[in-house]
């Protein structure tokens, strides 16, 4: 039976999976990441966790596996295989991708997180058979993924989509990429939860205890989940003249918030077009599972392009 590794690489765990040519899963596993004991720890678990699935493999169904792909937050350099800068796991100029071939002895494709979450619900998930989409991640942060034609476009130094850098509250709160009012530090999950815990005063509360409360009518809640959802909206009507997707995919920690989100958040989209297209905004389908299959589906265009290439 011929399969992929596809591993998921996060900053508290790390999910991988055997997987098949049509996206079944036949193996799955999790492990934790252990930041806490630094960049290199972090990269032997990465590898060690890789070679126990290829042993698994190789144990349940006689052969190795045909390659691997492998997800990873940060700055990459794809082209090289190499992590440039990745903060929660505090990796700088890592070639990820020659230690993991080196180890499997097979070829590895590595990708950026979000961007192969995209791409797998583009092909398997809520923009599948959808020719233009924009996917978009709200989770501690805000990224994205252009979705073109069954691919996920990286840009020319690897950095398309990150919608939430785009400046939408000019002199608004600093972001951690150091500009004033870029959509991440207003309308992440991570920044809803800490105007939630201010407004409420429980310094503990998360943007999912915000989304509780507004569904009971706080209005203190309302006014902080008004406040992401409109820059929210600017930052998506942005990108709506901009790349002019046919669909708007939207997964993440807070999109958990069901409709909650989508109800205010399409009435306030639709609320700032003029001339651009109102695309359908859904909440995507594959959940945290997204990373893992994407980097699957990395692997086996990997493949794809080495027998194109004979």
Request: charged fraction near 20%.
């Given at each position: 039976?011929?399969?992929?590794?596809?591993?998921?690489?996060?900053?508290?765990?790390?999910?991988?999976?055997?997987?098949?040519?049509?996206?079944?899963?036949?193996?799955?596993?999790?492990?934790?990441?252990?930041?806490?004991?630094?960049?290199?720890?972090?990269?032997?678990?990465?590898?060690?966790?890789?070679?126990?699935?290829?042993?698994?493999?190789?144990?349940?169904?006689?052969?190795?596996?045909?390659?691997?792909?492998?997800?990873?937050?940060?700055?990459?350099?794809?082209?090289?295989?190499?992590?440039?800068?990745?903060?929660?796991?505090?990796?700088?100029?890592?070639?990820?991708?020659?230690?993991?071939?080196?180890?499997?002895?097979?070829?590895?494709?590595?990708?950026?997180?979000?961007?192969?979450?995209?791409?797998?619900?583009?092909?398997?998930?809520?923009?599948?058979?959808?020719?233009?989409?924009?996917?978009?991640?709200?989770?501690?942060?805000?990224?994205?993924?252009?979705?073109?034609?069954?691919?996920?476009?990286?840009?020319?130094?690897?950095?398309?989509?990150?919608?939430?850098?785009?400046?939408?509250?000019?002199?608004?709160?600093?972001?951690?990429?150091?500009?004033?009012?870029?959509?991440?530090?207003?309308?992440?999950?991570?920044?809803?939860?800490?105007?939630?815990?201010?407004?409420?005063g429980e310094a503990q509360a998360t943007a999912e205890h915000a989304a509780r409360a507004v569904a009971a009518?706080?209005?203190?809640?309302?006014k902080v989940w008004a406040e992401a959802v409109d820059a929210l909206a600017t930052g998506l009507v942005s990108?709506?003249?901009?790349?002019?997707?046919?669909?708007?995919?939207?997964?993440?920690?807070?999109?958990?918030?069901?409709?909650?989100?989508?109800?205010?958040?399409?009435?306030?989209?639709?609320?700032?077009?003029?001339?651009?297209?109102?695309?359908?905004?859904?909440?995507?389908?594959?959940?945290?599972?997204?990373?893992?299959?994407?980097?699957?589906?990395?692997?086996?265009?990997?493949?794809?392009?080495?027998?194109?290439?004979?």
């Amino acid at each position: 039976m011929r399969y992929v590794i596809a591993l998921d690489v996060g900053g508290t765990g790390m999910k991988a999976a055997l997987m098949r040519a049509d996206g079944d899963l036949l193996f799955q596993d999790r492990r934790p990441t252990p930041r806490e004991q630094g960049p290199e720890t972090i990269a032997a678990a990465v590898l060690d966790f890789a070679d126990a699935l290829r042993r698994t493999g190789v144990e349940r169904y006689g052969e190795s596996p045909a390659a691997a792909g492998v997800a990873v937050p940060g700055i990459l350099d794809e082209a090289a295989g190499v992590v440039r800068y990745a903060a929660n796991l505090g990796w700088r100029d890592l070639p990820i991708r020659a230690l993991l071939a080196e180890r499997l002895g097979v070829p590895v494709a590595l990708g950026h997180d979000v961007r192969t979450g995209g791409l797998a619900e583009g092909r398997l998930g809520a923009g599948e058979g959808v020719d233009r989409f924009l996917f978009v991640a709200l989770g501690t942060g805000i990224s994205g993924a252009i979705g073109i034609d069954g691919r996920v476009e990286p840009g020319a130094h690897g950095g398309a989509g990150e919608i939430g850098h785009v400046v939408v509250r000019p002199g608004g709160p600093r972001c951690g990429c150091g500009q004033h009012g870029c959509l991440e530090a207003i309308a992440s999950a991570a920044a809803v939860g800490r105007a939630w815990a201010a407004a409420s005063g429980e310094a503990q509360a998360t943007a999912e205890h915000a989304a509780r409360a507004v569904a009971a009518g706080d209005p203190r809640a309302e006014k902080v989940w008004a406040e992401a959802v409109d820059a929210l909206a600017t930052g998506l009507v942005s990108a709506l003249t901009l790349l002019d997707p046919r669909t708007v995919v939207v997964g993440g920690g807070l999109a958990e918030a069901g409709e909650t989100l989508f109800a205010p958040l399409r009435a306030a989209v639709e609320s700032r077009v003029t001339f651009q297209q109102l695309p359908p905004i859904v909440p995507a389908a594959l959940g945290d599972a997204a990373g893992c299959l994407g980097a699957g589906l990395l692997a086996w265009d990997l493949l794809s392009v080495e027998v194109a290439s004979r």
